[in-house]
């Protein structure tokens, strides 16, 4: 492994949001910041978004962007594991009365 492929320590917490919201107000922003990343990424791709479009789409500053998210990597995995809890909520829902193999 090279340097450029070398994990670097501080990776574990690449990704993950500054903060999390405590006020209604709060969680109503970043949904809008959330809304506007997958509406973006939908459109053009992931690679294609950029933070200042995802702070005007979402109609908030791009400071207030930055507040909860520090770089694109966070917003991306945000939504990422937003999918993931629906993905397993459904997959368990259409399963939850399977016991057996037969069942399935």
Do not use: H, N
Not at 5 to 25: L, Y
Not at 46 to 54: F, I, K, L, N, Y
Not at 59 to 76: E, H, N, T
């Amino acid at each position: 492994m090279d340097e450029r492929t070398a994990a670097k320590p501080d990776q574990a917490v690449v990704g993950s949001p500054r903060r999390s919201p405590s006020q209604q107000r709060s969680r109503e922003r970043v949904e809008r910041m959330l809304a506007a990343a997958s509406a973006l990424i939908a459109e053009r791709g992931s690679d294609a978004m950029r933070m200042g479009e995802v702070a005007e789409r979402a109609g908030v500053s791009i400071g207030s962007l930055y507040q909860f998210f520090p770089d694109k990597r966070a917003i991306i995995w945000a939504l990422a594991e937003r999918y993931t809890a629906e993905s397993q909520a459904c997959i368990s829902a259409a399963l939850k009365d399977v016991r057996d193999v037969e069942g399935f």
